[in-house]
């Protein structure tokens, strides 16, 4: 170890100490945040752990979890100037196929994770996610997706941490609601030492976009109604936190959220930034509208699945004391951009928006005038509170009510649930999209019972959604 090298590592290390834990721990070096992949291409997939050192970080990618058919390995580093965090582009690999891959510093080894590339393949299977609050309950919906054996990704819609601060059930770190960047960067430490966290990431590779709560509730690239500049400093300073920190912590790729893989001529999945260039007139922005409607109008894949972290479809909320009669948070304020991109669509019929943000279970026919241009489905929260709680009533009360209105008022929805947690899986073949609701039966145990109870599908060609009977 040099002079200079040896000086950064002591400054990581004290630093990592205070980022982490407040505790000087980074004398051991370990994997204490897990490992995990993401990005799926048909060549490769994108690493990540992180790891306190200055020495050099091997990493090697196999066919087997034994490591005894090692295809690619590499040696990398970090440095305190991205928290320690260490991301590798692996190229080379074969379309469709599982691998398995660890680091290692020295003598000490990385936890093995499982991932597997994309392909052009005759069915695909996903779990979907959102609405992960560390503050709200136990993730044993993750722990539910990690132990399936099938899944080609796991996409996950926005909030996977949340910013702000409240201890009713597990206390956040920071104990404040986050600001800084070494706040989002302590938020996104602590999000990834719990167990089904880790379990879900060393389980699959993940495709990510982001939400609100990844910077501040309701945000834009202008602001956010929790951001206070007097005593917080300029929304610019705060949301290039957030995003950094979610660049360092998160296995997306450099760069831009709004991005498509590509999964043979079965399926193309585009995934939304709705956040950073949204203002009070857009909520996709100029370039990223004209990307959307040009991947959606020209790309050959049998069906567009549209990662969009807030709903599209209109939502006239019925009349209850101290909500407003719509949310202009989603679509519904963008009402321009919403026509733009449905009435861009004509008569392809093989759109599904898959959606989270609004901790409840929908499955809608997204309406353009009197047609249906696109089918929607809305994944629950995986512990974020939803309805009941925050009426404090018993589940399946007094949202019975509330469904049956809303289905009055919006007859695009073909199901609504308020009350439930959980993950969905989504099941695409050539001939249909199939969304599957699974309910953890207690968000606050984390050895909760986690079972299916709802199905919708969108047959292709049709733009509607059906219920299935099982
Ligand atoms: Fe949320």
Redesign the pocket.
Known sequence: MTGVDRRTFLIGAAAAGAISTGTAHAATTSFEHGVASGDPLPDGVLLWTRVVTSEPIRWEIARDEDFHRVVKRGTTRTSPARDHTVKVEVHGLRPDTRYWYRFRVGDVLSPVGRTKTAGCVSELNFGVV??S?WMAGHFAGYGHLARQQDLDAVIHL??YI?EYFNADFRAPDPPHRCVTLDDYRRRHAQYKTDRHVQALHAAHPMIATW???ESADNSSSIGSPQHDPATEGPWAARMAAATQAYHEWMPVREGKLDRTFRFGDLATVTMLDLRSYRTDTTILGAAQRAWLIKTLTTDRARWQLVGNSVMISPFKIPPLPGFPPSNPDQWDGFPIDRELVLRSLGDRKNTVFLT????SSWACDVPLNDNSAATEYVVT?LT?DNFDELLKVPPRTGSLQLEAQIQVLNPHVRFVELDSHGVSTLKVTKDEVRMDWHYVADKKNPDSAVARAHSFRTRHNTARTERVLF
């Not at 989270?356 to 901790?359: N, T």
């Open positions: 959102s609405c609050n926005g909030d949340y939400d609100d709560h989270g943000d609004i901790h929260s974020s």
